[in-house]
């Protein structure tokens, strides 16, 4: 069974940083695309960052030049670097896993993905 578990949220003052953690050991696939989604109250789940297992990447515009998607494949772990944050960035943040599609892009689509984590709460205040 596919289990991915997120850390590392919580609260900040606007401009601070976080890292989330994906622990992503139960999911085998060989060609994998992972993504990180968040969801604010009232809002629907959008896709923010996205890596292959060749390691290409792709992004929502909203957080380019501030978050930074990255792996450990030895330890199948993900990671959000996400610094500059702002109080839009007020969400819970879910890790997710699916196959790998011709374009990273397609893995910010919630539909294409197929095992999701259970969320973690990041919190900006002004």
């Known amino acids: 069974r596919v289990q991915l578990s997120e850390s590392g949220g919580g609260s900040v003052q606007s401009g601070g940083s976080l890292r989330l953690s994906c622990d992503a050991s139960s999911y085998t696939e060989y060609n994998y695309c992972m993504a990180w989604f968040r969801q604010a109250p009232g809002k629907t789940r959008e896709g923010i960052m996205a890596?292959?297992?060749?390691?290409?990447?792709d992004s929502r515009d909203s957080v380019k030049g501030r978050f930074a998607i990255s792996q450990d494949k030895a330890t199948k772990t993900l990671y959000l670097q996400m610094n500059n944050l702002k109080p839009d960035d007020t969400a819970t943040y879910y890790c997710?896993?699916?196959?790998?599609?011709?374009?990273?892009?397609?893995?910010?689509?919630?539909?294409?993905?197929?095992?999701w984590g259970r969320g973690t709460q990041v919190t900006v205040s002004p």
């Open positions: 890596i292959d297992s060749d390691g290409n990447t």
């Open positions: 997710s896993a699916g196959i790998q599609w011709s374009l990273p892009r397609k893995c910010l689509i919630a539909g294409n993905m197929d095992y």
